[in-house]
């Protein structure tokens, strides 16, 4: 069992920044690839990023390139998504997930999921 706590979204203005953190606990995640996907109303959930076990590879979605970084801390357990110049079309509610097998990008290659953070950018 894995359980995923979600924490660090808000209400901020376009250009501004935002980091969510998830913590893992129950097992250990490090051995996982970890990804966040985000959910808006009314719109089915999308993969966000994507980070491998060790964090040497990290795979984005076009939508965030060059603006959110994911990061991981394995002696936390902890994963990360640093977001900047923040859009409108960014507000959702933002998952961190857990692999388990295929592919990184879809949400059935996930088994964990956390309650979800939720952003919300104004213009």
């Known amino acids: 069992q894995v359980q995923l706590v979600e924490s660090g979204g808000g209400l901020v203005q376009a250009g501004a920044s935002l980091r969510l953190s998830c913590a893992a606990s129950?097992?250990?995640?490090?051995?996982?690839?970890m990804g966040w996907f985000r959910q808006a109303p009314g719109k089915e959930r999308e993969f966000v990023a994507a980070?491998?076990?060790?964090?040497?590879?990290?795979y984005s979605a076009d939508s965030v390139k060059g603006r959110f970084t994911i990061s991981r801390d394995n002696a936390k357990n902890m994963v990360y998504l640093q977001m900047n110049t923040l859009k409108p079309e960014d507000t959702a509610t933002y998952f961190c997930?857990?692999?388990?097998?295929?592919?990184?990008?879809?949400?059935?290659?996930?088994?964990?999921w956390g309650q979800g953070t939720q952003v919300t950018v104004s213009s």
């Open positions: 997930a857990k692999h388990y097998s295929g592919s990184m990008s879809s949400t059935a290659s996930y088994d964990y």
């Open positions: 129950g097992r250990t995640t490090s051995r996982f690839v």
């Open positions: 980070i491998t076990t060790t964090g040497g590879s990290t």
